[in-house]
């Protein structure tokens, strides 16, 4: 398995291994390692698939996008802070309190899915996915409107075609990220 020969050669070089303290994702895993593992996520699950360090700042800079509005929500400096970044800032700290995966949904009502990895006690980042919509829940075109400042027709005519996700494709999603992580922390 390509993760697991990453693995073995990222923790030849952990910083335990080497006399240093701080563990960084990347000493668990190399970048290309961590893309594969987002590209894995969005190819089974279509989802935006992210890896977050600490400082919730992604480490691969991979972007495949689940929907067309995601694009232009990011895109948007005002759309990345107040409806992307607070989102990812909360369910991110809420599975760092919590130490479990966390589900979600931002401010633009697509779901968010947040595992955080641990490696005994330190907290190194987050693996997740979002830009899909539960069945029961619907896109905020207006909030997007008021935030982005862009025609609501057009966000509207963005959402149609945002794909679903079942609650039990979700569990399915946890699981699955929850083996990548076990498979590269053990």
Same mark, same amino acid.
């Given at each position: 398995m390509f993760v697991r020969d990453l693995r073995d050669e990222a923790v030849r070089s952990r910083p335990e291994a080497q006399g240093r303290m701080a563990m960084k994702l990347t000493?668990?895993?190399?970048?290309?390692? !961590?893309?594969?593992?987002?590209?894995?996520?969005?190819?089974?699950?279509g989802l935006n698939a992210y890896v977050y360090d600490t400082e919730?700042?992604?480490?691969?800079?991979?972007?495949? !996008? &689940?929907?067309?509005?995601?694009?232009?929500?990011? &895109?948007?400096? #005002?759309?990345? $802070? *107040?409806?992307? $970044?607070? &989102?990812?800032?909360?369910?991110?700290?809420? $599975?760092?309190?919590? #130490?479990?995966?966390?589900?979600g949904e931002c401010d $633009?009502?697509?779901? #968010?899915?947040?595992?955080?990895? *641990?490696?005994?006690d330190q907290f190194l980042g987050v693996v997740g996915g979002c830009g899909r919509t *539960?069945?029961?829940?619907?896109?905020?075109? *207006?909030?997007?409107? #008021?935030?982005?400042?862009?025609?609501?027709?057009?966000?509207?005519?963005?959402a149609r075609d945002i794909p679903r996700i079942t609650e039990s494709d979700v569990d399915r999603l946890i699981s699955y990220i929850q083996e990548q992580i076990t498979t590269i922390t053990d």
């Open positions: 000493d668990l895993l190399p970048v290309e390692g !961590w893309k594969t593992i987002e590209e894995q996520i969005h190819n089974k699950f919730g700042i992604s480490i691969t800079n991979s972007k495949k !996008w &689940a929907n067309q509005l995601c694009p232009l929500i990011k &895109a948007n400096e #005002k759309g990345l $802070a *107040f409806i992307c $970044a607070v &989102a990812n800032r909360n369910l991110a700290n809420e $599975a760092i309190r919590k #130490k479990r995966p966390i589900i $633009a009502g697509l779901i #968010k899915v947040s595992v955080p990895i *641990f490696v005994g *539960f069945d029961h829940s619907e896109v905020e075109s *207006f909030l997007i409107h #008021k935030v982005l400042e862009v025609d609501e027709e057009n966000i509207e005519q963005l």
